[in-house]
Nanobody, 123 residues
Framework: QVQLVESGGGLVQAGGSLRLSCAAS????????MGWFRQAPGKQRELVAT???????NYLSSVKGRFTISRDNAKKTVYLQMNSLKPEDTAVYYC?????????????????WGQGTQVTVSS
């Protein structure tokens, strides 16, 4: 099995910064895209940022210039540096990864989610 464990959430004042981390572990052959999603109360889950294994990134328009996604392939970890935080960034942030799992014959691809970490930005 594969697990994604997130850390780094918390309470911060508007204008502050937080850094989220998500480490993957288990029977992993390789990891393709990794990303961060968020879900605010009463709203649908939305894509915040993604990064490919080669380092190509994509961002939600409202976080461009404030958030930076990065990854350490050797550590199987993805990060989200969040600067200039706003109250509207308040949400539960979820890590996501497309993982090739070690199998007896050939690897199998599956999508995994972390348990979520709360980010609260006060005004």
């Amino acid at each position: 099995q594969v697990q994604l464990v997130e850390s780094g959430g918390g309470l911060v004042q508007a204008g502050g910064s937080l850094r989220l981390s998500c480490a993957a572990s288990g029977s992993i052959f390789s990891i393709d895209a990794m990303g961060w999603f968020r879900q605010a109360p009463g709203k649908q889950r939305e894509l915040v940022a993604t990064i490919t294994s080669g380092g190509m990134t994509n961002y939600l328009s409202s976080v461009k210039g404030r958030f930076t996604i990065s990854r350490d392939n050797a550590k199987k970890t993805v990060y989200l540096q969040m600067n200039s935080l706003k109250p509207e960034d308040t949400a539960v942030y979820y890590c996501n990864a497309d993982v090739w799992i070690v199998q007896p014959l050939v690897p199998k691809k599956a999508d995994y989610w972390g348990q979520g970490t709360q980010v609260t930005v006060s005004s």
